[in-house]
């Protein structure tokens, strides 16, 4: 099997299993966890210097003239979800893969837009309503946090409406994209925040449709139990 994604689908590592699942790719799964040093191990730290997951493992094919095919390492989730969109999706319009420069721009520009503006303080919510034991939470941080998001979840609001306009239910097309895996995989953390939420009633009936998807409750379930 060509194809390895280490983690766990409770991490940032169910980006690229996301996509994986959504394409229908074959490939292996190896359940690394973020905590224990699982990550840190020697043979992780050879694919992933940083000690973090998810890491791709990609065997590509035998070149021409007998020439033995190449191994690519992607680590950075986002990275490993639109490599995969890119490099093993179809660009048919009917899939998940962008199909037209356009789509592509959208799915860049989503995908970093998350991390820079959405990832830490959807995080501190999940982590200080939900996740974290109820004795280590600390309230004014999700607060806080709260009301940093209201700004680019307006941003993302504004899109979808911009969108709804044209007949478009999607980020970046009239259908599902790696751009809504990749920005859902995020806007998810900050679904405990039921008030903030209720404000962006766009953003939350489109990441209800995104978290649906048979490939994201699949990835739950496979949450739940640690792989």
Not at 97 to 121: G, H, I, N, Q, Y
Request: charged share 20%; glycine share 8%.
């Amino acid at each position: 099997m060509s194809l390895t994604i280490y983690g766990i689908a409770a991490s940032r590592a169910v980006r690229p299993l996301w996509v994986a699942e959504e394409l229908g790719l074959d490939y292996r799964h190896l359940s690394v966890p973020y905590q224990g040093g699982g990550a840190r191990t020697p043979e992780m730290l050879a694919l992933n210097p940083n000690g973090h997951i998810p890491v791709l493992t990609d065997q590509r094919p035998d070149g021409e003239g007998g020439q033995s095919g190449e191994l690519v390492v992607v680590w950075e989730s986002m990275a490993c979800a639109l490599y995969l969109a890119r490099v093993h999706g179809v660009a048919d319009g009917q899939g998940i893969a962008p199909s037209t420069p356009a789509e592509e721009a959208e799915a860049l520009k989503w995908a970093f837009w998350t991390v820079t503006e959405l990832e830490k303080d959807a995080l501190t919510v999940l982590m200080h309503r939900v996740a974290m034991p109820a004795d280590q939470r600390k309230p004014e941080l999700a607060d806080a946090a709260e009301k940093r998001l209201r700004t680019p979840l307006a941003v993302l609001e504004q899109h979808l409406a911009a969108r709804q306009q044209r007949g478009q239910a999607w980020l970046a097309a009239s259908r599902f994209t790696v751009a809504d895996v990749c920005v859902a995989s995020v806007a998810g953390w900050a679904k405990p925040a039921r008030e903030l939420m209720a404000q962006f009633p766009l953003t939350s009936q489109w990441l209800e449709a995104c978290l649906a998807r048979p490939a994201n409750q699949k990835l739950r379930l496979l949450g739940r139990a640690g792989q």
